[in-house]
């Protein structure tokens, strides 16, 4: 089964709430755990690994805390998952340069790469701010596309 990390997953839903309250110039690790319940520990990493990445900004002080390093709309949720995940790959034979033993007879390798690219290709057409719009979530008659994969 594919499925994001905890630390993906809360990467995005902190972006995401960022995105929702452009009006607050920085908010803390610990009030955007507070928000989701999540550790505020484990929340603090990875919000200062997003910001080495150059996805958000940190200020220090005593209004200090984290805001989008650009605008929700130009920031993918593959950035996001990239960033706290490492390369997003559905099988091991896209890992790296080691060639498996089955690659002379396996018959799966290239659709499956069709299918992580397709997947790639989904996650980087998502925005944040796409994320934090919780009408066309809603309703996704309104503008709104059907993903289908194909092999």
Known sequence: MLKL???ADYGLMALKYLAE???TPALSAK???DTYGIP????AKILQHLTKSGLLRSHAGINGGYALARDARTISAFEVIRA???PLFITSCFKGAKSCELTPSCTIKE?????NDTIIGVLKSISIQDLAEHESAAHPARGQKLVTLAL
């Open 31 to 33: 009030d955007l755990a």
């Open 84 to 86: 706290i995940d490492g």
């Open 111 to 115: 659709p499956l790469a069709r299918v």
């Open 21 to 23: 309250h452009p009006e």
């Open 5 to 7: 990390t905890k630390k």
């Open 40 to 43: 505020a520990q484990l929340l």
